[in-house]
């Protein structure tokens, strides 16, 4: 297909969207959208494996829409010129956990939520707020051998903390040092890893400038920390959970900031979407 048959693809899949799940029938109430809400819906969600926000259809078109026209080289996405997530040259990517911190797993979250007291309410909040457009990016997607990606790399090495992620990639790209697995799988992924990439250019080409400012001090805690420690040691829980609040006022901050710039380019790139209402 054509980009400008892609185009319309996007369009119209993100135009059911706003009519049917945003509850004015407004673009900017995208900003503000849990995409928990379409977990359930085949055509919004539609992702095969267990649920994951950043990889569902309808996010996919909004970041077709955010980036076909855009710096981003041979951009492919399930459903835009590529059949799966494997074919495809990007694939979704979240942002700032939520598991690494407060596990998947729902008997050791109710225990965290009961060591943790009334602040938990922040924690229920910020579950809704990281399945939202601003938490949502792309990364080059192209395995090794092992089916190791980038994307895993950040989870895997980087206790999928965006932080830590940006240090390491920013040292690559300013050092051009081959000798780490972020480098090989850099290699993988030269159609947009191009030798004259900066990491200013990746900062910019994702929407990531505020993110890029993040600063998280001390011990970036998850929940199994030493042994799930956290369970049994009074001190470090009570510096884990100080952590946790810091990350999740940090986190709410930028992902607000960045869904509000997201739809803002949308509505400037596709004026059609701001009738969407009428």
């Known amino acids: ?81 590529a ?10 990517e979240t942002i700032c956990s939520f598991n690494t911190l407060f596990a998947k797993d729902s008997e050791k ?23 939202t457009i601003g938490n949502f990016m792309l990364l080059p997607s192209k395995t090794d051998h092992r089916q190791m990606s980038i994307n895993k790399y950040k989870g895997s ?28 799988l850099i290699e993988l992924n030269r159609f947009y890893f191009t030798e004259n990439k900066k990491y200013d ?17 001390g011990i970036h805690y998850y929940w199994w920390y030493n042994n799930s420690k956290i369970f049994s040691d009074e001190q470090v829980f009570s510096k884990y959970k100080l952590f946790a609040l810091d990350f999740v006022r940090k986190s709410t901050l930028m992902i607000n900031k960045r869904s509000a710039i997201i739809v803002e380019h949308l509505k400037e790139k596709y004026k059609q979407l701001n009738c969407c209402s009428q």
């Open 201 to 217: 250019d990746f900062i910019d080409d994702f929407y990531l400038s505020d993110f890029k400012q993040m600063k998280l001090e």
């Open 1 to 81: 297909m054509t980009n400008n048959e892609l185009k319309n693809k996007a369009l119209n899949l993100l135009t059911d969207f706003i009519k049917t799940e945003l509850p004015n029938k407004r673009i900017e109430d995208l900003i503000s959208y849990s995409f928990w809400n379409i977990k359930d819906n085949d055509t919004f969600n539609g992702y095969s494996g267990e649920y994951d926000g950043d990889r569902t259809n309808i996010v996919y078109a909004i970041d077709y829409l955010l980036y076909c026209d855009s710096k981003i080289p041979e951009l492919t996405l399930r459903g835009y010129n």
């Open 157 to 184: 090495y980087n206790k999928d903390y965006i932080d830590f992620f940006l240090h390491n990639l920013k040292f690559y790209l300013d050092n051009k040092s081959n000798t780490k697995l972020l480098g090989k």
């Open 109 to 131: 979250r109710n225990h965290i939520q009961d060591l943790f007291g009334p602040e938990w309410a922040e924690v229920e909040n910020f579950k809704l707020l990281y399945q």
């Open 83 to 92: 059949e799966s997530d494997t074919d495809s040259n990007y694939s979704g």
